[in-house]
C-alpha cells in the first residue's frame, strides 16, 4: 500500500498500488467528521486517516504560508489596515479599498509590513526599490561576516630549528588574518614516552607568538597527537580591513608609478621632437676612411 503526508498532517494512503498517490487530487476529499475514522475518494481507492480536515479552497492560504515575501496591493486580503506613509507618517486605520487607492493616486505600492498586528500594518512605498536595497544591505551583511576558520600545523616533537621557524611563520600568518590555528605534536615509535617534549615545544610556540595569539584551549594528549588551540588577537573583521586598506594603498602606489612613468616617458618623447633635425648630405652615407 502506497502513502504519502499532506501538509495538513494527515496520511493519505493508496489501496490500488499501480496509481501513485501523488495523482490523488486533493480537491476531491470532502470534510471528515470528528468522529470518523477515515473516508474514501470516491472512484479512486484511496483513504484518508487522521484528524478532519478539508483542502477545497486550500491553495492559496497554502500559498501564503510558503511565500516568505510580504504581501502587495490586490494581495492583502483584510477589510482594513492601519496605514503608513512613505515617509513614515501615521495616517491611521482605513479601509483597504482606500489603503489601495492612495496608493495608486501616490504611483506606490501598499506593502503589508506586520501582518500578525490587529489590524495589520500596510505601508506605502516603492516595493522594487525597496528590494533592491534589500539585497544591498543583505550581501553588505554577508560580506563583512567573519567565518571562524581553524587552521591546523603539524610539529614533531624533535623538529629542526629551521623547519620550527617556517612553520612558526605559518602560524603568525594564520593569526594574522584572523584565523584560529590548531597546533598538532605527532608522537611516533617510543616518543609517546616522553609527552614534556611536545608539551615543551607548544609553549613555547604560544610565547614566540604572544604578540598576535593567545591560548584558547590549553595542551592535551589526545592518542599518539598532543592538541592546542590558538586563537587570533584581533577579529576577523579587522583583519579584513586592514588587507583591504593595504591593498587599496598598494594599488595608489602602483597607480603613481604607473603614472610617473608614463609622464617620464612623454617628456623624453617631447624632448626628442623638439631637437633640429641633422640635415644629411651624400657624403654623410659613404665610409669616411675612403678619400674622394
Known sequence: MLGFVHPTGAIVQAENAKLPPSSAPGRRVTQVPPTSVGVSAVGLGFRVHGSPFSWAGQDRHWEELISTEPRINERIHVNEVRLVGPNGEQVGIVRIDDALRLAREADLDLVEVAPQARPPVAKLMDYGKYKYEAAQKARESRRNQSNTVIKEMKLRPKIDEHDYETKKGHVVRFLKAGDKVKITIMFRGREQSRPELGFNLLRRLADDIAEDGFIESQPRQDGRNMLMVVAPTRKKSEARA?????????????????????????????????????????ADNMDPDIDL
Open 242 to 282: 586592514e588587507q583591504r586598506a593595504a591593498k587599496a594603498t598598494r594599488a595608489a602606489s602602483r597607480a603613481a608609478e604607473n603614472e610617473a612613468e608614463e609622464r617620464e616617458l612623454a617628456e623624453l618623447r617631447n624632448a626628442r621632437q623638439s631637437q633640429p633635425k641633422k640635415r644629411r648630405g651624400p
